[in-house]
């Protein structure tokens, strides 16, 4: 709404000025409020905010609490990949090997693939584009056949969807490793969020529009989850935490109130 407001002003060469403006709302987090995302919005839009009684009665501001996930709460100090002892990528001439990752929607494995995998010549297997789980598989097959390594770039929740990977890698004689990629439902539910709705407008422009997916995608995955261990038939298991990469606006945007108290 507010990206709206601003266009429509500058069409007429307005610029909104916020250190003059402020937003009057009763969805406040106080006890007994309906919501919170009054005041969610002008911290998002960066604007102070009042409640009715504060604006119209001058009466003192009440106690109030912001409830939901905010970015805030999240650790600053983990490191990008665990274990640092071998490398991510192996070394040039190795034989080709399955990478599998696995973890929640919207925790960066396909942006981690086109970073560190892509420029390695690994191919990108996705059920997203494939549609089955045996198109998958078989372009796993033809591709470690044909001498070329492969990420899986799905979900992988259970032993049980994994074990038709770690079968293959048996039959195939080829290694097969797992990328687990760490962070919580809400954080997850949040990117999705972000990267539907909020992208800046100079990324959003570069990259492939992305739908918002359904809370149940996430939820369900949280359900089945079973967490990879290198006795389903690894050779190794890293941990990717999560840790934002972008710019200055970007990082704005992404750090906002995204969701509705919670959801």
């Not at 504060?54 to 609490?65: C, I, Q, R, S, V």
């Not at 665990?82 to 080709?96: A, D, I, K, R, V």
């Not at 490793?177 to 439902?185: A, E, M, P, T, V």
């Not at 261990?229 to 190794?236: K, L, R």
Request: aromatic share 12%.
């Amino acid at each position: 709404m507010w990206y709206e407001l601003e266009r429509i002003f500058a069409e007429h060469n307005v610029k909104i000025d916020k250190t003059i403006s402020l937003f009057v709302g009763d969805a406040a987090g106080r006890k007994g409020d309906h919501a919170s995302t009054d005041r969610k919005w002008a911290l998002n839009v960066g604007i102070p905010f009042l409640t009715p009684e504060e604006y119209f009665l001058g009466l003192k501001p009440a106690d109030f609490t912001l409830p939901g996930f905010h970015v805030s709460s999240l650790p600053s100090n983990l490191p990008a990949i665990t274990p640092t002892s071998t490398p991510l990528l192996p070394q040039p001439g190795s034989p080709p090997e399955i990478m599998l990752f696995v973890g929640f929607p919207a925790l960066g494995k396909s942006s981690f693939y086109r970073k560190y995998f892509q420029p390695s010549g690994y191919i990108h297997v996705n059920q997203d584009t494939l549609r089955t789980r045996a198109k998958c598989i078989k372009a796993v097959e033809e591709a470690i056949k044909a001498g070329e390594s492969c990420a899986v770039d799905n979900t992988n929740r259970d032993v049980s969807t994994r074990k038709y990977y770690v079968d293959l890698a048996k039959k195939l004689d080829t290694p097969i490793r797992c990328i687990l990629f760490s962070g919580s439902l809400e954080l997850a539910w949040h990117n999705n969020l972000y990267r539907a709705y909020n992208l800046p407008e100079h990324v959003a422009s570069k990259v492939p529009k992305r739908d918002l997916l359904p809370y149940g995608a996430f939820t369900s995955f949280q359900q089945d989850y079973e967490e990879p261990t290198i006795t389903e038939g690894f050779s190794e298991v890293k941990k990717v935490n999560w840790i934002f990469e972008g710019d200055d606006e970007e990082r704005r945007r992404w750090s906002m109130w995204l969701q509705i108290d919670g959801k």
